[in-house]
Nanobody, 121 residues
Framework: QVQLVESGGGLVQAGGSLRLSCAAS????????MGWYRRAPGKQRELVAR???????NYVDSVKGRFSISRDNAKRTVYLQMNNLKVEDTAVYYC???????????????WGRGTQVTVSS
């Protein structure tokens, strides 16, 4: 089994910062891409940022220059540093990992349960 556990969400004023973390655990052989999606009320799920296992990063245009994704492979953890937060960043943020795991060496996308980020004006 594999678990992804997020932390670091909360309430912050516009212009503030938060750092999300997501740690993977379990019978893991390899982790390929890791990243973050978000779902805001009344909106579709959106890919915010992703990082490959050789540290190539991608961001949705709306967060470029404000958010930074990184990973620590030894800790099996991905981070999302969010600066200059805006009200429109309010959402539940879900981490994901493209993971090779288990005795049968399955490879699939695993998800965290989500962490709420609320930005007030």
């Amino acid at each position: 089994q594999v678990q992804l556990v997020e932390s670091g969400g909360g309430l912050v004023q516009a212009g503030g910062s938060l750092r999300l973390s997501c740690a993977a655990s379990g019978s893991i052989f390899n982790i390929y891409d890791m990243g973050w999606y978000r779902r805001a009320p009344g909106k579709q799920r959106e890919l915010v940022a992703r990082v490959s296992n050789d540290n190539i990063t991608n961001y949705v245009d709306s967060v470029k220059g404000r958010f930074s994704i990184s990973r620590d492979n030894a800790k099996r953890t991905v981070y999302l540093q969010m600066n200059n937060l805006k009200v429109e960043d309010t959402a539940v943020y879900y981490c994901f990992g493209d993971i090779n795991w288990g005795s049968l060496m399955r490879r699939d996308i695993q998800w965290g349960r989500g962490t709420q980020v609320t930005v007030s004006s």
